[in-house]
């Protein structure tokens, strides 16, 4: 009898490639139930993987030159017969090779070589154009054909703790219907505006009855504040900073989120909460929330009208402004259709 297969799975970061590696998951253990799947993310992303019921363990290799030469011993301890190696830089390649698996796949895109292509035994290529017109977990699910594994489900989902979604329940109001606002991005240029989401979390709370809770990290202190400073209506804001299980189970917990195009959005997806997502100029078919239900703000583009032509950057949507062309209306009606019962 074959042994089962030991599966790792290489996504170091961020949040929303972490959450989104999802299907990619469900279809391995669906085709081989025995096997222990392992995912290898960086720290700050690990956490979310705890509520993912694929994956059996996970790995954070420490960072730094050294970081995964460091693993080594780890790697080929585990005897893994599978690596799939989703990020191919020159450090996870050379793990995968050092892991001793027998099957080691690349996973790659664009128009850059492979990384030391020849320290794998199958390689798979997204080509640039082709990459831009379809969701990351398709590109994810083409890892699956050489690993012989058939494709039978899209599914994403992230469990929290019944508990933890209790008690969030208690804190939010379980009777009525709650917003969960996360109005944090990783680039200041895609946050819009703090007295934009004032205003619209007065209306939510005045013109539809819905309370609104206001979430953030560390890096959105100053945000929530402003935001806070600017309502005219309460806000519920929990007391302590939360870990990402605690914010899936609140996510879980609310009726809506309203976010923008960012991990978080990815994590309420993922937990069945639907999604209002504020977009700039990034590309809305590559990173979508898994899932029915969700509304997406995509301004249109070109861009003929810029919010801030002496700070955008045309072509990175990084460092362009386009988020600030919703209006507060383009919101709510949003809110409004995503708190309408499913049909």
């Given at each position: 009898?074959?042994p089962?297969?030991?599966?790792l ?9 972490v959450?989104?590696?999802?299907s990619?998951?469900?279809?391995l ?10 995912v ?5 992303y ?5 509520l993912n ?11 730094g030159t050294?970081g995964w030469?460091g693993?080594?011993?780890?790697l080929?301890?585990?005897r893994f ?7 191919n830089?020159?450090?996870t390649?050379?793990a995968a090779?050092l892991?001793?698996?027998p099957?080691?796949l690349a996973?790659?895109?664009g128009?850059?070589?492979l990384?030391?292509?020849g320290?794998?035994?199958?390689r798979v290529h997204?080509?640039?154009d082709?990459h831009?017109?379809?969701p ?7 890892a699956?054909?050489p690993a012989?594994?058939p494709l ?10 019944e508990?933890?979604v209790a008690?969030?329940?208690?804190f939010v ?6 917003l ?7 680039s200041p240029?895609?946050i819009?505006p703090?007295a934009?989401?004032a205003a619209a979390?007065?209306?939510?709370q005045d ?7 206001l ?14 400073g600017l309502a005219?209506m309460?806000l ?5 900073p939360?870990?990402?299980p605690?914010?899936?189970a609140?996510a ?9 195009d960012s ?12 999604v209002v997502?504020?977009?700039g ?6 990173f979508?929330?898994?899932g029915p239900?969700h ?5 249109s583009?070109?861009?003929t009208?810029c919010?801030?032509?002496?700070r955008c950057v ?5 460092r362009t402004y386009c988020v600030?062309?919703h209006?507060?209306?383009d919101?709510?009606?949003a809110?409004?259709?995503a708190?309408e019962p499913?049909?």
């Open positions: 009898m074959a089962s297969p030991q599966v799975i290489i996504r170091r970061r961020y949040l929303g490639d959450v989104l590696l999802g990619l998951l469900r279809n253990k669906l085709h081989w139930p025995q096997a222990r799947v392992v290898a993310a960086e720290a700050a690990a956490g979310i993987l705890g019921p694929d994956v059996d363990a996970v790995i954070a290799p420490p960072g050294f030469l693993s080594v011993r780890e080929r301890r585990a017969t599978h690596v799939f190696d989703l990020d830089t020159e450090r390649a050379l090779r892991s001793g698996a099957f080691r996973l790659h895109h128009n850059h070589p990384r030391l292509a320290l794998y035994t199958h997204d080509p640039g082709e831009e017109t379809h990351i977990t398709d590109y994810y699910l083409k699956l054909g012989g594994v039978v489900t899209r599914e994403i989902r992230l469990v929290p703790r508990a933890d008690a969030w329940r208690r109001g379980a009777t009525g219907r709650t969960l606002l996360h109005p944090g991005s990783r240029a895609r819009w703090a934009n989401f979390c007065d209306r939510i013109e539809l009855g819905v309370q609104v809770v979430v953030g990290g560390p890096a959105e202190t100053e945000l929530l504040a402003q935001i806070r005219r309460h519920l804001v929990p007391p302590e939360l870990s990402q605690q914010f899936a609140l879980r917990a609310c009726t809506v989120l309203l976010c923008h991990g978080p959005m990815h994590v309420a997806a993922a937990v069945g909460t639907r997502a504020l977009y100029s990034q590309n809305p078919l590559l979508p929330p898994a239900g509304r997406l703000l995509i301004p583009m070109p861009c009208a919010v801030a032509p002496d045309p072509g990175d949507s990084y600030r062309r209006t507060v209306e919101v709510l009606a809110v409004r259709a708190l499913a049909a």
